[in-house]
Each structure stands twice: as structure tokens, then as C-alpha cells.
């Protein structure tokens, strides 16, 4: 099924919307959470609230992208839900995405201070629509899917090493690209 009709089932309030869903991003959702989370039964949780979040949202949103959609409010619980848990213990998942972003991404004070986080946003996707395909694929499935270095080598053909490397590259020319807006990192 499309997006535009599974969309038209929440605006009727037809629930073959959340299982028509389900169907069709069910395993990008879960791929998310995991990523994310490492935890089976949390992951299980964050997509069924992404799934309620949708049908408490539409209506009155209409979204373009049903997959943009979903990710971004599943990645939302996702985090929400793997800062809740490691405020009381630590272990991997985004806390590895996120240590890799920090010396590249300015601390949210000086965000704050500097934009809005929204121009941030939009200066971020400027700067992916200025890498060649490749690398803005890359980018997003590390850093907004979550997916690990091992997974993403195999996918390409290579080294686990050259990846590393080439992210990092990546991660520098954001920071290069924020510095010479001014925000400093």
C-alpha cells in the first residue's frame, strides 16, 4: 500500500492503518530502535508507541513522507527512552553515535545561542546535500538510522577500518563547514 493511502486510513481512523504500517515499515522501525536501544523488548515498546504516536498525530498532520515520519518520531522515543535507562546504567548504542557527533556538533548552549535549532537542522541538510550521494548515505545510516560500522562495511565492500576513516573525514568537514558559520564546536 502506498503512503498516501495508509495516511488516508488514519485520517478515517481506520485502524488497518497501524497493521498496513506495520507491513510496510515495520522492519525499518525495528532496525531504528535496535540500533539504538540494544534491547529487543524496549525496541518492541518504542515501535508501538511510534505506531500510537502516528495515530494520535494524524490528524491533524498530514506528512509528506510517511517513512520520515515515523523514523523521526521513533527515533525521538528511541533516544528518550535509552536516556531514560541509562540514567540508571551505562551501555552502548546511541551513546557510541553520539560521542562520535560531539566533536563535530556544537554543545546545545552554543546552538542556542548561535541558531535556532531548527536553522541548524537546515544548515545540516545543506551540508548533506553538498556531499556526493555515497557519503550522504553513509552519513544518515550511521548517524540517523544508527546503523554500526561492521554492518555498513559489508553493505559497501569494505574494510571496517577504511569506513572508520572516511566517517571521520566526514565528521571533520561538518565541523569545518559549522566553524566557518561561526559556531564553534
Known amino acids: ?61 498530514r506528512p509528506m513522507s510517511l517513512r520520515a515520519y515515523l523514523g523521526t518520531i521513533l527515533r525521538n522515543l528511541s533516544i528518550s527512552r535509552y536516556r531514560s535507562g541509562r540514567a540508571q546504567k551505562r551501555f552502548g548504542g546511541a551513546e557510541v553515535l553520539l560521542s ?16 535556532e535549532a531548527a536553522e541548524l537542522g537546515d544548515f545540516i541538510n545543506r551540508w548533506l546535500r553538498g556531499l556526493e550521494t555515497e557519503d550522504r548515505a553513509l552519513f544518515v545510516h550511521r548517524y540517523w ?13 569494505v574494510r571496517p577500518n577504511a569506513l572508520t576513516k572516511r566517517l571521520l573525514r566526514l565528521r571533520e568537514s561538518l565541523r569545518r563547514s559549522l566553524e566557518k558559520e561561526g559556531l564553534s564546536v
Not at 145 to 157: F, P, R, S, Y
Open 145 to 157: 538510522n544508527g546503523d554500526g560500522v561492521k554492518e555498513l562495511a559489508g553493505e559497501l565492500g
Open 1 to 61: 500500500m502506498e503512503d498516501v493511502q495508509i495516511i488516508d486510513l488514519y485520517w478515517l481512523r481506520d485502524e488497518r492503518a497501524i497493521r498496513e504500517t506495520d507491513i510496510k515499515y515495520g522492519g525499518f522501525c525495528h532496525k531504528i530502535a535496535m540500533n539504538i536501544l540494544h534491547s529487543f523488548q524496549d525496541s518492541e515498546e518504542c515501535v508501538s508507541d511510534a505506531y500510537g504516536r502516528c495515530w494520535d498525530t494524524m490528524p491533524p498532520q
Open 100 to 115: 562520535e557527533l560531539n566533536d563535530c556538533v556544537p554543545a546545545p548552549e552554543n546552538v542556542q545561542r548561535t541558531l
